[in-house]
């Protein structure tokens, strides 16, 4: 598998704008109606996932391997947050992320992300067990 090369500083961001879907009380993860932490880092994670999406070659993939979370502020319902990923390591085939998700001037998190780069369709067969 050849790796493609990235550099650090690359970046992308991704907005969402919060649903009752996306509240503790729906994921089941608190109960008050407000961003869920679960929602904030698969909104980081979808920011990784942009960062690298344009510049991965076909058969190649990123899968998230470890992730902190730093849950700083709440968002309510209605509201419109936004993540910015920025690349700021590669080891290998691992890649290291800073995000920063913001509600306008509000900084509401700040996650730190690894992806590892790998065969897709190795990972698919061996998580399928076949």
């Known amino acids: 598998m050849e790796l493609p090369e990235f550099a650090p500083g690359i970046g992308a961001r991704v907005e969402l704008t919060v649903t009752d879907a996306d509240t503790a009380q729906s994921l089941g ?3 008050v109606p407000v961003l869920a932490t679960p929602r904030v880092l698969a909104l980081a994670e979808a920011a990784t996932v942009a960062t690298t999406a344009r510049q991965i070659p076909g058969g190649i993939t990123t ?20 993540a910015r990923a920025t690349l700021t390591k590669v080891d290998g085939r691992t890649l290291f992320f800073e995000v920063a998700v913001h509600d306008g001037d509000t900084l509401v998190a700040e996650v730190r992300v690894e992806r590892v780069l790998l065969d897709r369709q190795r990972f698919i067969a061996e998580a399928l067990g076949d």
């Not at 899968?63 to 968002?75: F, I, Q, S």
Request: net charge positive; glycine share 14%.
């Open 29 to 31: 993860s608190g109960d």
């Open 63 to 82: 899968v998230g391997t470890r992730a902190e979370v730093e849950h700083r502020a709440p968002t309510p319902v209605g509201r419109r947050v936004a």
